[in-house]
């Protein structure tokens, strides 16, 4: 066996276009990359791959999975020797067992450190030397709920107030040295790594406290200081809140800068806030947040270089698939001092009115043209058309266009012929071209179409189908679904296989992800996961969508086959009849 540390690790390196692009042709189209499947043959492309899920699926013959199953269908191969040759191409070598081991019982150890740890420090803030740290966070707005809440802390003044406490609970030096809380001293010992500071506990979306930031009460050192990659951290992957924020029934996110920007929004009442750690957006945190929401709203502070992130971070998301809204803050340089100045209704008028990234880079070019001018006309306006172009929705591009067309008195036809100059014809033929793949593929699942019992048994399958989708994008539906049905209660067998196995990791504290199933599923199972992540649009997940599902499949409890209705006496009979009539009519 290979161990999860490692795999994780693996999956931190693995770009799953990456990786099949050294195969199989891929032309990037939206959120997805497709190309002509290497598994059956085609003359149309219907072999997509997924990056913000990781998966690929084929829409034609069925295949689908993640990397690993990937390797393993093109490369003929087991599932050991797929991990060694995908290590291999990602300039990595798989541990021997015991290596493995030791990595395993290390992430364990860490894992265990930071626990701890994250009592400490709660412990030392809610006690007399923490009071300069409380006193501060409660000048800052905070209150003595939302401290528990986040489990915010203080680290002592002391070089090793920290590593003695440690030292009494087991752990040895070299464990804290690899959880970063320590640090080695040039005499060979160790000492505190974070020193009289506000502590920020990073929790990832398993509930497991993985790092930690740290706020300077004095200038002796660096004003934030965070925890390095670790064997279970590693910062460009990982968001602060989110593991609040996931479980949130606002809509969409909201992407701040800072901890404290995030705690004052949550307080507010707006639970749906989130952070980077120390770190400008990365490729990696988009894709993650584009697995919970299709809309951000970034709350970045007013200043210069939060103006240059807001811009950065529009990219990104534009590449994920992922809208976005831009906050305009005035009197206030960030959202935790907007709030303490204007309040919770003002913030909720802001956020109703967030610019789109369209009107943010609108102002941005408004700024660099001085439109009074005819060069600064035809210079705004030649930067605006190259913005429109890429504007998808008709609907909305014609709303820009009359606006600009208003502002700079001109015609809106002059500007539909700037665009024109644009190649706007090759763009609209692109935009047709995908929008057309997308209604042919959403909701059609190739590994179905010789599934006889699947498609008997429609309805149920669709709800089952929901269902292991919902727990996918968030284990958290697990204890609700869990306590109202069973994998008995799945009428296909396939879906029952799935959610057996999904139910068997999560009631062991281990990930659903794609990257971990497959070592514990076949190449057809890793097929339906991938189909049902690919046709996902066509699904809903929520507290109510969920409380559908469980529904339709509690509603075939119900359902007698032929050789029982055929065994029943004429009053149980006439019973079944009468609930099969109340069924047709609530239906209808």
Excluded at 32 to 61: A, D, N, R
Excluded at 238 to 259: D, H, R, V
Aim: aromatic share 10%.
């Amino acid at each position: 066996m290979i161990s999860d540390a490692f795999i994780q690790q693996l999956k931190q390196y693995s770009d799953i276009e990456q990786i099949i692009s050294g195969y199989v042709g891929l032309k990037k189209k939206g959120r997805y990359f497709t190309g002509l499947c290497p598994f059956h043959s085609e003359k149309s492309p219907s072999f997509f791959v997924y990056p913000q899920t990781q998966s690929f699926y084929c829409f034609g013959c069925g295949a689908g999975g993640d990397v690993i199953t990937f390797i393993r269908r093109i490369e003929n191969l087991e599932y050991i020797e797929a991990v060694r040759l995908l290590a291999q191409k990602c300039g990595m070598t798989v541990p021997e067992d015991s290596d493995s081991d030791d990595r395993s019982a290390l992430r364990k150890r860490v894992l265990e450190i930071n626990r701890e740890t994250a009592r400490f420090f709660h412990s030392c803030l809610m006690s007399e030397q923490g009071k300069q740290a409380y006193d501060y966070l409660i000048h800052r707005g905070r209150d003595r709920k939302t401290i528990r809440h986040f489990g915010l802390g203080y680290s002592p003044a002391g070089w090793h107030d920290l590593t003695n406490h440690l030292k009494a609970k087991g752990f040895s030096e070299t464990e804290m040295v690899a959880a970063n809380v320590a640090s080695e001293s040039k005499k060979g010992g160790v000492f505190d790594r974070f020193r009289n500071r506000v502590m920020f506990p990073i929790i990832d979306l398993r509930g497991n406290v993985v790092a930690f930031g740290g706020r300077a009460l004095d200038d002796s050192g660096a004003k934030y200081l965070n925890t390095s990659d670790t064997p279970v951290f590693k910062k460009s992957k990982n968001l602060f809140a989110l593991n609040f924020a996931k479980t949130s029934k606002l809509p969409g996110l909201i992407l701040a800068e800072g901890y404290m920007d995030v705690i004052a929004i949550h307080q507010a009442g707006f639970d749906n806030a989130i952070a980077t750690l120390g770190t400008a957006l990365t490729e990696e945190q988009a894709r993650l947040i584009s697995q919970y929401t299709d809309r951000v709203i970034l709350a970045y502070d007013s200043d210069g270089p939060g103006q240059a992130a807001t811009k950065r971070a529009i990219n990104i998301f534009d590449e994920v698939g992922v809208k976005v809204g831009v906050l305009s803050m005035t009197g206030a340089k960030d959202p935790d001092e907007f709030l303490q100045k204007y309040g919770r209704e003002r913030f909720a008028m802001l956020l109703d009115g967030s610019r789109n990234a369209v009107e943010f880079e609108l102002s941005k070019l408004r700024k660099n043209f001085d439109i009074q001018t005819a060069d600064g006309k035809v210079g705004f306006l030649k930067e605006a058309c190259k913005l429109f172009a890429g504007i998808r929705n008709p609907v909305e591009r014609e709303v820009y266009i009359t606006q600009v067309a208003n502002e700079l008195e001109i015609s809106p036809q002059a500007i539909h012929a700037q665009i024109q100059s644009l190649d706007k014809r090759e763009r609209y033929k692109e935009n047709r071209r995908q929008k057309a793949d997308t209604n042919i593929y959403i909701g059609n699942m190739a590994a179905a179409k010789n599934d006889l019992q699947r498609r008997s048994n429609l309805r149920y399958a669709m709800a089952e189908e929901g269902i292991l989708y919902c727990l996918m994008k968030n284990p958290d539906f697990f204890s609700t679904i869990s306590s109202d049905i069973g994998e008995q209660d799945f009428v296909t067998d396939i879906n029952r296989e799935l959610y057996h196995t999904f139910a068997q990791r999560l009631s062991s504290g281990l990930s659903i992800e794609m990257l971990d199933l497959s070592s514990v599923l076949s190449e057809q199972a890793m097929g339906r996961v991938s189909a049902i992540l690919a046709t996902a649009p066509s699904q809903r997940c929520d507290e109510t969508a969920i409380r559908d599902y469980i529904t339709i499949l509690i509603e075939h409890r119900n359902v007698k086959t032929e050789k029982e209705v055929a065994q029943m006496d004429d009053n149980a009979l006439g019973e079944y009849v009468k609930q099969l009539a109340a069924k047709k009519n609530r239906r209808s």
